[in-house]
């Protein structure tokens, strides 16, 4: 049975493989995936017994916008609406309630975010890479 979580309290290490999966996380350390957790405003996680099999987390001023960010699930477990129980999550936490506006960017997934309601209608985002300059 899968399980969601809202908790940040585990071993960060569970999530380093799953990071490995996809290209814009691969090479994530446990200590900054430590780090990290320690500083986001809210984390889900989907498990299967022990094993971290999804994963999203989300930055935010609680009130006006938020972003979601690192939203994936491991390819063992890709196309069992995991990742849509996952934004679900998300999009109606408790915490999050007042939030307006949410905001994420993806490269390819649009269509799976256009079926839990997002608009690609609004291009507005730029992005400065420290790896890039
Ligand atoms: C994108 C991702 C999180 C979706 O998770 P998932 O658990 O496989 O998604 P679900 O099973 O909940 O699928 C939900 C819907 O989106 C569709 N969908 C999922 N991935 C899709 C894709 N790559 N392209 C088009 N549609 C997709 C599914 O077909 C499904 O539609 P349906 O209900 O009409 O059949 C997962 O594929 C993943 O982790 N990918 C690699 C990492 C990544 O790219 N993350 C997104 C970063 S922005």
Same mark, same amino acid.
């Not at 609680?62 to 996952?86: E, K, M, P």
């Not at 993806?106 to 975010?113: D, S």
């Not at 839990?116 to 992005?127: A, H, I, N, P, R």
């Given at each position: 049975m899968i399980t969601f979580s @809202? *908790? +940040? #309290? &585990?071993?960060? *290490?569970?999530?380093v493989p799953l990071f490995e999966q996809a290209d814009w996380s691969r090479g994530r350390t446990v200590e900054q995936t430590r780090d990290m957790l320690l500083h986001t405003d809210l984390a889900i996680s989907a498990w299967d017994q022990s094993r971290l099999i999804g994963f999203g987390r989300v930055l935010t001023d609680y009130v006006f916008r938020a972003s979601i960010w690192d939203v994936i699930v491991d390819r063992d477990y890709q196309g069992q609406d995991i990742g849509t129980q996952l934004m679900n999550r998300i999009l109606s936490h408790p915490s999050l309630h007042q939030v307006e506006l949410f905001w994420l960017c993806t490269r390819n997934r649009q269509a799976f975010y256009k079926t839990l309601? &997002? *608009? @690609? +209608? #609004?291009?507005?985002g730029m992005v400065w890479s420290r790896k890039r300059i």
């Amino acid at each position: 049975m899968i399980t969601f979580s @809202d *908790s +940040k #309290e &585990f071993n960060p *290490s569970c999530l380093v493989p799953l990071f490995e999966q996809a290209d814009w996380s691969r090479g994530r350390t446990v200590e900054q995936t430590r780090d990290m957790l320690l500083h986001t405003d809210l984390a889900i996680s989907a498990w299967d017994q022990s094993r971290l099999i999804g994963f999203g987390r989300v930055l935010t001023d609680y009130v006006f916008r938020a972003s979601i960010w690192d939203v994936i699930v491991d390819r063992d477990y890709q196309g069992q609406d995991i990742g849509t129980q996952l934004m679900n999550r998300i999009l109606s936490h408790p915490s999050l309630h007042q939030v307006e506006l949410f905001w994420l960017c993806t490269r390819n997934r649009q269509a799976f975010y256009k079926t839990l309601g &997002f *608009s @690609d +209608k #609004e291009q507005t985002g730029m992005v400065w890479s420290r790896k890039r300059i």
